[in-house]
């Protein structure tokens, strides 16, 4: 379970760290370090208390813009008969 988590951590820094070196130059290993002492930071400050209302920020935002995401995909790909259509001929046992 603890080995999990740190894998999960990693994945997550090391998810926000490329995403901003996609937008500015910066290097991976000064994101990541900023990003895990901001967590560092705020979980020490607040607790438990602080990781659970940041969680809750973060459902509030994300759930909204994966919604508008799956419209916008929807859309973009024709709708759900061209989306099958082309899983059908990519992958046909399913």
Do not use: H
């Not at 740190?6 to 990003?35: E, H, N, R």
């Not at 602080?50 to 916008?72: C, E, G, Y």
């Amino acid at each position: 379970m603890l080995f999990y988590l740190f894998i999960s951590l990693a994945a997550g820094i090391t998810a926000i760290a490329k995403m901003v070196g996609l937008l500015a130059p910066v290097p991976l290993w000064a994101t990541s370090s900023v990003v895990m002492a901001a967590t560092l930071l705020y979980t020490l400050y607040g607790g438990l208390r602080a990781s659970i209302f940041t969680d809750k920020v973060q459902m509030i935002v994300i759930m909204p813009l994966l919604a508008v995401l799956l419209i916008v995909g929807w859309q973009a790909a024709g709708g759900v008969d061209p989306t099958l259509a082309g899983l059908e001929a990519a992958a046909p046992q399913l």
